[in-house]
């Protein structure tokens, strides 16, 4: 069964601080990987999107990483700041299979506040 | 650009009533996606259409619930007659063509749904 698994569930840190949010998947056939930010009473919006070949991709503060033979990612964030509380969701796409389009398989997102 | 447009951002009903969410994709944009996101579940696929036409509506819960696509620029989801369960944030979604679910999503604001 396709499933994305997140962990920790909820996070607090404070600013300044560094912090990793985890995501384990059993997608297969594997097509991306992306992490998106999702700020209370707002849609998520895409921090970094994966492919097989990419172990680690940055944008800013944030930098994702991949290792598809464990079927692991990580999201490390750098320096916090308060604007950085959100939640954070990992999404896995699958390849899809003959002439069906691949799907998205979403987690349950782990809940990040950084407090002063 | 204005991004996907979604509309009501709020919509309070009462349980029997007819409920219709609307969606503006980006222009240009020919893979429209409908989510529902609750506490419980995360983020769920409803329904995915692609230059039009409905393509995995497996997500749809039941007969209440239907979607339109009458053009490229304007869907609808509609739920008849809404039940408290259905309480709820709902997205839209879309991509670029060509990518359908594997490219990067774009996801609107959210209509946020109570039903009493």
């Known amino acids: 069964k396709n499933q994305v698994e997140q962990s920790p569930q909820s996070l607090i840190i404070l600013e300044g601080k560094n912090c990793t949010l985890q995501?384990?998947?059993?997608?297969?056939?594997?097509?991306?990987l992306r992490w998106y930010k999702q700020d209370t009473g707002r849609g998520p919006v895409s921090l970094t999107i994966?492919?097989?070949?990419?172990n680690t991709k940055s944008n800013g503060r944030y930098t994702a990483t991949l290792d598809a033979d464990t079927k692991q990612s990580s999201l490390h964030i750098t320096a916090s700041q308060l604007s950085d509380s959100a939640s954070y969701i990992c999404?896995?796409?699958?390849?899809?299979?003959?002439?069906?389009?691949?799907?998205?398989?979403f987690g349950r997102g782990t809940q990040l506040t950084v407090w002063p | 650009d204005a991004g996907v447009i979604q509309s009501p951002r709020h919509e309070v009903t009462e349980m029997g009533q007819e409920v219709t969410l609307r969606c503006k994709p980006i222009?240009?944009?020919?893979?429209l996606f409908w989510y529902r996101q609750t506490m419980m579940r995360g983020l769920e696929l409803l329904i995915y259409?692609?230059?039009?036409?409905?393509?995995?509506d497996s997500g749809m819960p039941e007969d209440r619930f239907s979607a339109k696509m009458p053009n490229a620029s304007f869907s609808t989801l509609k739920i008849q007659p809404s039940e408290p369960r259905d309480s709820a944030v709902y997205f839209c979604?879309?991509?670029?063509?060509?990518?359908?679910?594997?490219?990067?999503?774009?996801f609107g604001e959210g209509s946020r749904l109570t039903v009493l």
């Open positions: 222009s240009g944009h020919n893979s």
């Open positions: 259409f692609n230059n039009n036409v409905p393509i995995d």
């Open positions: 999404v896995v796409s699958d390849r899809g299979r003959g002439s069906t389009l691949g799907r998205l398989y």
């Open positions: 994966m492919t097989f070949s990419e």
């Open positions: 995501c384990n998947y059993t997608v297969s056939p594997f097509s991306n």
């Open positions: 979604a879309s991509s670029a063509p060509g990518q359908g679910a594997s490219g990067e999503l774009f």
